[in-house]
């Protein structure tokens, strides 16, 4: 063991066992929970069937442009640390700081948030158990699931992924089926693109309104950039992955949408379902039934729970890891860097679920904490994606600026510097307009919990910048080499 390992208190080392097909499935799943399965008809309902293509549509080439700005860097420098390494490494050590705090709690608090959810959908089948009971169990899972080894993980995930694709996939078919009028009886065609206000209904405010839902329907695209630090063959799992980003939110979102807008008109009522609790009012579940599939209900039932249980699985994953690499880069105790011998950051996996479990305990003490605490962590996912968009805008720059040549990067970013310019505005706008109806009416405790993150965010910046006075770092200083402090890795490759 080096000095400097032992410095940094490390004993193993993270291991790169993830394979291509893990980090396919875990990009290509990681859209898909229930901002698919359930918000998507609210959609629909709010803009009308041209207004939800629209805003689904946009909101999709933009995580396209970031997750190929994600791409780049993470096939140059594959850090476990990711986007808050290189807000390090490029930008500034006080982003990098505010990135990783910012985004470890928002993962630490979304946790509890998503085996409460898997509890609320048990009560589907066994409805006279406490929900709590089997979220319990649910915690303890993705716990154990973590704990084995990131391959464990990374097997759960494929197979989790695989459940929602072919659910989706089968969805589709079915959904055409029905729009030909091979099932469910006469063809539906295409006239609920223009019926009544369709295809756009409320006009632009509405257009804007739905943008912002789609933006936290694609939250999770930036977990592949989290795995890079673990993946056997960075250069080739990667690139691989992020390049079907723009097929999948296309196949899966806005072809969904628009079959969904094709076989219920936006005046129904059904649509307006946001809650996992009516899953038998999910669009997927209404058109499997109009198909004929009687046991619509349960089967949608259990592809959801497949949903949040993934959700809270690749939560703990990504916590842990940034909470590690926060370490690893002196941000957070060191004791939260070592990784034992299968692999595993276990203090801070341990120090997460530490966190997550108080987190979720909330609810049977302090109900309205529990719900201040969720509010907090709801635009840390903007907040992490305009750290991807900064970081690579520096990054290219710094790596042209030292004399370096871009046919020399393994993989190149679409549309630089459009792509991350193009990013960072529409996060902007997103982040800006969660709730602009709560400052017209000035209605500060709104304003609060909508925008919790955002100052929270700012205080661990400024924090960090004031105390160590640190500033933007020069681009011909920017920091190149393809490591982290401390870091290594064990290659497992089969």
């Known amino acids: ?10 004993v193993g080392h993270i291991h ?33 069937p041209g207004g939800a293509l629209v805003a689904y549509g946009i909101m999709g080439i933009m995580v396209y442009f970031l997750m190929t700005s994600l791409g780049e860097m993470s096939t140059y420098m594959p850090l476990t640390g990711s986007f808050s390494a290189f807000s390090t490494k490029f930008v500034d050590p006080a982003l990098g700081f505010a990135m990783g705090w910012n985004y470890w709690f928002n993962w630490a608090i979304t946790i509890p948030v998503d085996v409460t959810s898997a509890g609320i959908v048990m009560n589907f089948w066994l ?5 709590w009971v089997f979220s319990t169990v649910v915690l303890i899972l993705v716990f ?6 990131v391959r464990s993980y990374g097997e759960t995930e494929y197979w989790l992924a ?7 996939i089968v969805f589709l078919i079915v959904g055409i089926a029905i729009i030909l009028g091979i099932m469910g009886g006469k063809p539906v065609g295409f006239s609920n693109f223009h019926y009544k206000k369709a295809p756009f209904v409320g006009g632009v405010p509405a257009i804007i309104s739905v943008f912002l839902v789609a933006g936290f329907s694609f939250q999770g695209t930036e977990l592949v950039g989290i795995t890079a630090g673990e993946a056997a063959t960075p250069e080739k799992s990667i690139s691989k992955a992020i390049h079907s980003t723009f097929w999948r939110i296309l196949l899966f979102y806005i072809l969904a949408i628009f079959v969904i807008a094709c076989v219920l008109p936006y005046t129904n009522k059904n649509l307006m379902n946001s809650d996992v609790t009516h899953i038998t009012m999910s669009p997927f579940t209404i058109i499997f039934k109009r198909a004929g599939l009687a046991v619509a209900a349960s089967v949608m039932n259990a592809v ?33 860097g070592y990784v034992n011998r299968r692999g595993i950051p276990i203090y801070a996996l341990l120090g997460t679920m530490v966190v997550s479990t108080l987190a979720f305990a909330t609810q049977f003490i302090v109900p309205q904490a529990y719900l201040y605490l969720t509010d907090a962590s709801g635009l840390c996912g903007f907040l992490a994606w305009l750290g991807i968009a900064i970081s690579h805008y520096r990054f290219r720059r710094a790596y042209v600026a030292q004399g370096h040549l871009v046919s020399d990067l393994k993989y190149h970013a679409t549309m630089y510097p459009f792509g991350p310019i193009f990013a960072f505005v529409l996060c902007t706008i997103v982040i800006l307009g969660q709730n602009v109806d709560a400052f017209v009416k000035l209605d500060w405790a709104n304003i609060l919990m909508t925008y919790m993150s955002v100052p929270l965010f700012l205080i661990l910046f400024f924090y960090y910048k004031i105390r160590y006075k640190t500033h933007m770092i020069p681009l011909k200083q920017v920091d190149l080499s393809k490591s982290t ?6 290659s497992t490759e089969e």
């Open 144 to 149: 154990l699931i973590n704990y084995l080894s």
């Open 16 to 48: 790169r066992t993830l394979q291509t097909r893990h980090l396919a499935m875990i990009a290509l799943g990681g859209t898909i929970g229930t901002g698919l399965f359930i918000t998507s008809g609210s959609a629909i309902s709010t803009a009308g």
């Open 127 to 131: 409805p006279h158990v406490p929900s």
């Open 1 to 10: 063991m080096s000095e400097n390992s032992s410095s940094q208190g490390n």
């Open 162 to 168: 695989l459940i929602k694709v072919v659910t989706v």
């Open 304 to 336: 959801i729970l497949t949903a949040v249980v993934s959700a809270a699985n690749s939560g703990l994953y990504a916590s842990t890891r940034m909470l590690y690499s926060q370490a690893r880069e002196g941000y957070a105790w060191r004791f939260f």
């Open 485 to 490: 402090k401390g870091e290594k890795y064990e």
